[in-house]
């Protein structure tokens, strides 16, 4: 933050017309904002604005930390490469042709283990009424989001536990649960010092689970997982439903489990999937490739 003096860290926006995609507003009483844009080494984020761009003038700090700086007209897309540290931040400016106020913008790019903004819809003009009725479509998907997982919540407090709960949430059916071992077939990507050992996988008939044994390099910091990933090889993500970790990992020391859980239909399980896991706040990940489920 010090990067920037004095200057306010702030995202003004609003709905999007880009489905998927964040809207920033920047007006003249608000030029000194400055509005955070998540990042990530090998994902690309598509930077869309409503004005002409001065091409020659785009600032970004630290260029040779991005595979990919490709500025259009009215375009910037960002690809950062694999030297771009979890937890940094760069510094980018970009300047309008046309010299209207605002005459620049200031975006502070914070570097992500796994997830990054792939398109960001910037303007300068006042909101049309379409983008209103854009936003209270945004509203309503959100609201109808979030009525969903306070049932599920509400309807897990209400179920009995263990294997009634189960049975009372239609989580098994006959079949049972099935569970494999991934430890000769999965792909370990590991970075700063950390392994898995042992991984194993589940399947009900809604819910999948991996359970890794992550293990701590000796003469670092205690990991603690914050968030995971899993995708197909599409891309296409499962609804995490919880990262589940007792207590932090301790370097050199045993190892500890973390339990992934996410929502997937038997449709859904198409393999093979790649697990991400990350700290918070810190740069150190894994990722578990050819992750496959009974």
């Known amino acids: 933050m010090l990067l920037f003096g004095t200057a306010v860290v702030a995202q003004p926006e609003a709905s999007s017309s880009v489905p998927g995609s964040r809207r920033i507003e920047l007006s003249p009483e608000r030029a000194e904002l400055v509005s955070e844009v998540m990042i990530s080494p090998g994902l690309s984020t598509m ?11 785009i600032e970004l700090e630290n260029r040779q930390r991005f595979s990919l700086i490709d500025v259009g007209q009215a375009t910037l897309r960002l690809v950062p490469s694999a030297s771009a540290t979890p937890g940094e931040w760069f510094r980018l400016r970009v300047r309008f042709r046309d010299g209207a106020a605002p005459s620049s913008a200031m975006f502070l790019l914070k570097v992500h283990p796994a997830k990054a903004e792939a398109t960001i ?30 049932t599920r919540v509400v309807s897990e407090h209400k179920a009995p536990g263990g294997l009634s709960g189960i049975l009372f949430n239609d989580g098994l059916d006959l079949n049972g649960v099935e569970g494999q071992v991934l430890a000769k077939t999965v792909a370990r990507m590991a970075a700063n010092g950390l392994g898995a050992p042992v991984v194993k996988s589940y399947r009900s008939s809604k819910l999948v689970a991996v359970d890794a044994w992550i293990d701590v390099k000796t003469g670092t ?17 499962l609804k995490i439903l919880r990262v589940w970790q007792a207590t932090p990992i301790l370097p050199g020391g045993p190892e500890g489990r973390v339990i992934v859980e996410a929502e997937a239909p038997a449709t859904a399980v198409h393999g093979p999937f790649s697990l991400k896991l990350w700290e918070a706040d810190g740069p150190r990940s894994i990722t578990l490739g050819n992750v496959t489920f009974p």
């Open 221 to 237: 910091h205690p990991w603690t997982a914050e968030g995971a990933t899993l995708k197909d090889k599409s891309g296409q993500e």
């Open 121 to 150: 819809e910037v303007y300068r003009e006042q909101r049309t009424i379409e983008t209103y009725q854009q936003e209270i479509r945004d509203a309503r998907a959100e609201l109808l989001r979030c009525q969903d997982d306070l």
């Open 47 to 57: 930077l869309l604005f409503d004005s002409e761009l001065q091409r020659e003038s």
